[in-house]
């Protein structure tokens, strides 16, 4: 057929005119505007009203419009229309069907003779004139009789309609509303007619989740796109966008799925074409390809537009739709840029920032061991060795906690969402899938670091199902949804947190309710303030075994607890053991510190098993800097519960520091001795002897007594020992070393000098209690010590000689590390006082005196000593009351046995408490021991050197007789 062109057709302005386009090449095709010849339809008036529409002119298009919309026709220009743009044509459908001969057979047109002269090139005009008399006949379209579609057969003008009355008529986001597409302002924005109360209303809607290539202004006097006069620049592939979305959605009707509007009021939705029905078939999926255009019969506009590449996906809209559509379109977009398709013709993919992690290093499973805060928790992977990783969760933001030492409030909302954090996860097994690497760069806050962004699960025990922890939050109203540029690594279930997100927008949860996060109770806090933890003291000791929440492990022997029932904040230690203290980097003005032998992995192992867990603890005391001490217990189940003290020492990670401990603690350190384990690696069985010693050490009454009487007297069970006086202090107290122990004394003393001259100086400052070898000022020798306390800037200590029991100040330079092996044997110095009497202070009247007197007694040698009973004091090791029955020296000739017995000469007396209270330093304390006969028998026999004393008046007595304790 010679002259005759091939199309689609494109639209459809009224019942007898037609915009056809050419064939696809590069860019937008050619397009033809053409005029049906011999045909006169009805002519539709303009939208807003200024020229009304002639009858039945709405219907004849709509009769155009199913029929040829998106069909391919072929055509040929029959003349050119006279004083006009216009050609007018012959249109054929599917090379059977005249268009022109079907619209007036249909009644929605009028048969027009061509101008004079044409008649000639336009084909079928008989057919014509016969189909119209025919729909004449039959009252077809506009020859109808029936009135009442005569009535209505003027189209009024539409009206403006307003997104949100649609959105609220259809009953919200996921609302459902039929259309017609009207017009197409750009790729992914189209104005759209609905029928709506009986009124037509148009409404200009934009494709949710996406954006298209930008079209640019005209400028003044120029053409859109042009650089000249100011004009906005057209982005690439914006034309051929837009021609795309004429093609598929122009004049269609379609379907939306209302999505909601953004903050100006723009209605966002999804975008879907359906089908017309039988009379709007007619053309083969073959012949659309063979025109160059992929039309089909239901059309989604942005999943469409990204297939070709003509758009991207956009978050802020995506966030509206529901989860598996965003997934949807991002898989679209993600195959689009994978096969380079026009926008992303030069598109490369970005490095993955996991491309440097190992396979296990990015999916794994792991415990939580620490939430940091509502996003950011701690993980520790499987494995013997495997280090603690810090994980954030993917595309979220948590409200940020406070800091206090930086004078940070905490963002509202940030502590439910930490504490739900804490009681979902902590102590659990999770798996971690890594999204993604973000770096940091240095700021003000520390140095260049980076992030690692993980997808954390949560299995569930019935079901077998992961929960993703980041949805758990957001679904609470915790946490917000962080929003990304186009190619940033991001959540791989980033579509599922925006639902849940939406979700809880749409409940006013949390965050998003906007009222003010809920003010509980203000806990007391007692964690840093002595005088308050012991006026506490007594009503947590009421409160018998409670629950607490360990918020902070500030070293393997201290924490940091909440007791929620009783609103309390306090430090807590474990009583009776003492765990190695871990290496401390500095900072806050205090120095580095190296850690003692398995200190970190002592503190490691407290991290683990307590650190936000929900914990039993029974408090005993509270030691002078207000830390409560008490016993800890752990476990899921309340009926086995364990305690965190007999644990620890049971795997070699601390001592026992108490003579009197329970059975258990005893047994657990035994076993770790025995296996050798982490502590006691290097630990010596002790001797027969130096067994003995630790026993009687304790108070135990295992000692040979002399006999009170003869046949048939009470024995004597009193304890009686030899022993050297090393230290003399105030109030009748002093330390000493058991004869017993001068073995170990004297091999303890070969092996810290040997060490001694060995060791290097330390690397780091020592932790208050940190047992040490130091070189004593007076000698030069080295002994054991412990730490007592420290200048700000390590540069001196104070410390005590644990081996006898005097105190000094000392430089860090005659400080050393002490070695495992001389950790093992406890301190050889024991701590005693005088029974049955009272010794001034030593800056009350007669206590200096005290002090002097009796180191003259005490100091001539080795002295024999007999314990009346054992009380527990503040001291290194348990505090003895003792009666010092009679100081002997030893001559080297005749090592003899000091005399016990009472028939001594008056010149000398037989005690220390006699000598004192002859000298009237001293006064008889009778109710300051046990009862018992030993009692009575002592009080009696001092009794008369402390009359003597006052009828003297001696010492305190000089001035008559001081009678009240509180005079001492």
């Known amino acids: 057929m010679s002259g005759w062109l091939n199309g689609v057709v494109k639209s459809i302005s009224s019942g007898d005119r037609l915009c056809i386009v050419g064939k696809v090449r590069s860019g937008p095709p050619p397009e033809k505007e053409i005029v049906l010849s011999g045909v006169s339809a009805p002519r539709l008036g303009t939208f807003d009203g200024s020229r009304p529409s002639e009858p039945f002119a709405q219907d004849a298009r709509e009769y155009m419009r199913r029929l040829l919309i998106g069909k391919p026709v072929i055509f040929k220009i029959d003349y050119a229309i006279p004083n006009s743009n216009r050609e007018s044509a012959t249109v054929y459908l599917d090379q059977r069907t005249n268009v022109a001969v079907a619209a007036i057979g249909a009644g929605w047109a009028k048969h027009r003779p061509p101008p004079a002269g044409k008649e000639t090139q336009v084909p079928a005009l008989a057919d014509m004139a016969a189909a119209e008399e025919k729909a004449k006949a039959d009252c077809l379209g506009m020859w109808t009789k029936d009135q009442a579609a005569i009535a209505t057969a003027v189209r009024q003008p539409e009206q403006k309609e307003d997104p949100k009355e649609l959105l609220s008529y259809a009953g919200g986001a996921g609302g459902r509303v039929t259309c017609l597409a009207e017009g197409i302002v750009n790729a992914s924005c189209i104005r759209v007619s609905v029928e709506r109360n009986g009124a037509t209303k148009t409404v200009l809607v934009y494709a949710a989740g996406v954006q298209c290539p930008k079209l640019g202004k005209p400028a003044q006097g120029g053409e859109a796109g042009g650089q000249d006069n100011g004009a906005a620049a057209t982005e690439p592939y914006a034309r051929e966008a837009k021609h795309f979305t004429e093609m598929n959605v122009l004049q269609r009707t379609c379907e939306l799925v209302l999505a909601g509007t953004d903050k100006f009021g723009n209605l966002y939705a999804q975008?879907?074409?359906?089908?017309?029905?039988?009379?709007?078939?007619?053309?083969?999926?073959?012949?659309?390809?063979?025109?160059?255009?992929?039309?089909?019969?239901?059309?989604?506009?942005?999943?469409?537009?990204l297939a070709q590449g003509l758009a991207k996906v956009v978050d802020w809209s995506a966030s509206m739709l529901p989860a598996a559509v965003s997934a949807k379109l991002r898989a679209t977009e993600r195959a689009a840029k994978e096969q380079r398709l026009r926008m992303w013709t030069g598109w490369t993919p970005p490095t993955s920032s996991t491309a440097h992690l190992e396979t296990n290093d990015t999916k794994y499973v792991?415990?939580?061991?620490?939430?940091?805060?509502?996003?950011?928790?701690?993980?520790?992977?499987?494995?013997?060795?495997?280090?603690?990783?810090?994980?954030?969760?993917?595309?979220?933001?948590?409200?940020?906690?406070?800091?206090?030492?930086?004078?940070?409030?905490?963002?509202?909302?940030?502590?439910?969402?930490?504490?739900?954090?804490?009681?979902?996860?902590?102590?659990?097994?999770?798996?971690?899938?890594?999204?993604?690497?973000?770096?940091?760069?240095?700021?003000?806050?520390?140095?260049?670091?980076?992030?690692?962004?993980?997808?954390?699960?949560?299995?569930?025990?019935?079901?077998?199902?992961?929960?993703?922890?980041?949805?758990?939050?957001?679904?609470?109203?915790?946490?917000?949804?962080?929003?990304?540029?186009?190619?940033?690594?991001?959540?791989?279930?980033?579509?599922?947190?925006?639902?849940?997100?939406?979700?809880?927008?749409?409940?006013?949860?949390?965050?998003?309710?906007?009222?003010?996060?809920?003010?509980?109770?203000?806990?007391?806090?007692?964690?840093?303030?002595?005088?308050?933890?012991?006026?506490?003291?007594?009503?947590?000791?009421?409160?018998?075994?409670?629950?607490?929440?360990?918020?902070?492990?500030?070293?393997?022997?201290?924490?940091?607890?909440?007791?929620?029932?009783?609103?309390?904040?306090?430090?807590?230690?474990?009583?009776?053991?003492?765990?190695?203290?871990?290496?401390?980097?500095?900072?806050?003005?205090?120095?580095?510190?190296?850690?003692?032998?398995?200190?970190?992995?002592?503190?490691?192992?407290?991290?683990?098993?307590?650190?936000?867990?929900?914990?039993?603890?029974?408090?005993?005391?509270?030691?002078?800097?207000?830390?409560f001490l008490g016993s800890m217990y752990i476990g899921n189940d309340p009926s086995r519960m364990e305690d965190l003290s007999v644990m620890l020492v049971r795997d070699g990670l601390a001592r026992v520091m108490r003579r009197d401990a329970p059975p258990e603690l005893k047994d657990a350190e035994s076993a770790a001795k025995s296996s050798k384990l982490r502590i006691w690696e290097s630990f010596v069985e002790p001797t027969e002897e130096e067994l003995a010693a630790a026993a009687a050490g304790g108070g135990s009454q295992n000692g040979a007594g002399n006999s009170a009487g003869g046949a048939g007297a009470r024995p004597d069970t009193r304890e009686t020992f030899d022993a050297m006086v090393t230290e003399i202090e105030e109030r009748g107290a002093f330390w000493a070393q058991r004869a017993s122990n001068q073995a170990t004394i004297e091999r303890i003393q070969g092996a810290l000098k040997e060490a001694g001259a060995s060791a290097a100086p330390p690397a780091s400052r020592f932790a208050v209690g940190t047992m040490v070898m130091c070189q004593f000022s007076s000698d030069k020798q080295w002994y054991r010590a412990s730490v007592e306390s420290?200048?700000?800037?390590?540069?001196?200590?104070?410390?005590?000689?644990?081996?006898?029991?005097?105190?000094?100040?000392?430089?860090?330079?005659?400080?050393?590390?002490?070695?495992?092996?001389?950790?093992?044997?406890?301190?050889?110095?024991?701590?005693?006082?005088?029974?049955?009497?009272?010794?001034?202070?030593?800056?009350?009247?007669?206590?200096?005196?005290?002090?002097?007197?009796?180191?003259?007694?005490?100091?001539?040698?080795?002295?024999?000593?007999?314990?009346?009973?054992?009380?527990?004091?503040?001291?290194?090791?348990?505090?003895?009351?003792?009666?010092?029955?009679?100081?002997?020296?030893?001559?080297?000739?005749?090592?003899?046995?000091?005399?016990?017995?009472?028939?001594?000469?008056?010149?000398?007396?037989?005690?220390?408490?006699?000598?004192?209270?002859?000298?009237?330093?001293?006064?008889?304390?009778?109710?300051?021991?046990?009862?018992?006969?030993?009692?009575?028998?002592?009080?009696?026999?001092?009794?008369?050197?402390?009359?003597?004393?006052?009828?003297?008046?001696?010492?305190?007595?000089?001035?008559?007789?001081?009678?009240?304790?509180?005079?001492?």
Request: aromatic share 4%; net charge neutral; glycine share 10%.
């Open 271 to 305: 975008i879907t074409t359906k089908p017309e029905g039988s009379d709007a078939s007619g053309g083969s999926a073959a012949a659309i390809a063979a025109a160059g255009h992929a039309q089909s019969s239901s059309v989604n506009l942005a999943e469409a537009l």
């Open 366 to 627: 792991g415990t939580v061991v620490e939430v940091v805060s509502g996003d950011t928790i701690v993980v520790l992977p499987p494995g013997k060795n495997a280090q603690e990783r810090r994980i954030s969760l993917s595309s979220l933001r948590a409200p940020r906690v406070g800091n206090a030492r930086a004078g940070r409030q905490g963002e509202p909302y940030s502590a439910p969402s930490k504490d739900f954090l804490r009681k979902t996860v902590i102590g659990k097994k999770v798996s971690v899938e890594v999204d993604y690497v973000r770096a940091l760069p240095e700021g003000p806050t520390g140095p260049a670091t980076s992030l690692t962004m993980a997808t954390v699960s949560l299995p569930d025990k019935s079901s077998g199902e992961q929960h993703n922890v980041a949805v758990m939050l957001l679904v609470r109203g915790l946490a917000t949804v962080q929003r990304h540029r186009a190619d940033d690594e991001r959540s791989s279930q980033y579509e599922d947190l925006q639902a849940a997100e939406a979700k809880a927008i749409q409940g006013k949860k949390g965050v998003h309710s906007g009222k003010d996060e809920p003010v509980g109770r203000e806990p007391n806090d007692a964690s840093q303030n002595a005088n308050k933890a012991k006026q506490m003291l007594p009503h947590l000791q009421r409160g018998g075994r409670m629950r607490a929440v360990v918020e902070a492990v500030l070293s393997s022997n201290r924490l940091k607890l909440t007791i929620p029932a009783q609103s309390t904040v306090l430090a807590f230690s474990l009583n009776g053991v003492r765990a190695p203290a871990p290496a401390r980097r500095g900072g806050g003005g205090d120095a580095p510190r190296d850690a003692e032998p398995y200190g970190d992995e002592a503190l490691r192992s407290v991290r683990h098993r307590v650190l936000q867990r929900e914990v039993d603890v029974e408090v005993v005391t509270c030691d002078k800097s207000g830390a």
């Open 790 to 968: 420290a200048a700000k800037d390590g540069s001196s200590y104070d410390v005590f000689y644990v081996d006898f029991g005097n105190r000094e100040s000392v430089t860090a330079d005659r400080m050393r590390p002490l070695t495992p092996d001389l950790l093992s044997t406890p301190p050889l110095a024991q701590h005693f006082q005088l029974a049955y009497i009272r010794v001034p202070s030593y800056n009350a009247d007669g206590g200096s005196e005290a002090v002097e007197l009796l180191g003259e007694v005490l100091f001539q040698g080795m002295c024999s000593f007999r314990v009346e009973e054992t009380e527990k004091g503040e001291g290194k090791g348990p505090r003895l009351s003792a009666t010092i029955h009679k100081v002997t020296v030893y001559p080297k000739s005749d090592a003899g046995e000091a005399s016990s017995s009472s028939s001594s000469s008056s010149s000398a007396p037989v005690s220390a408490q006699a000598a004192l209270l002859q000298a009237g330093v001293a006064l008889l304390h009778p109710r300051g021991s046990r009862p018992g006969p030993h009692r009575d028998e002592a009080v009696r026999s001092l009794k008369g050197h402390e009359d003597e004393a006052r009828k003297a008046h001696r010492g305190i007595f000089r001035y008559g007789d001081p009678g009240s304790d509180d005079e001492l």
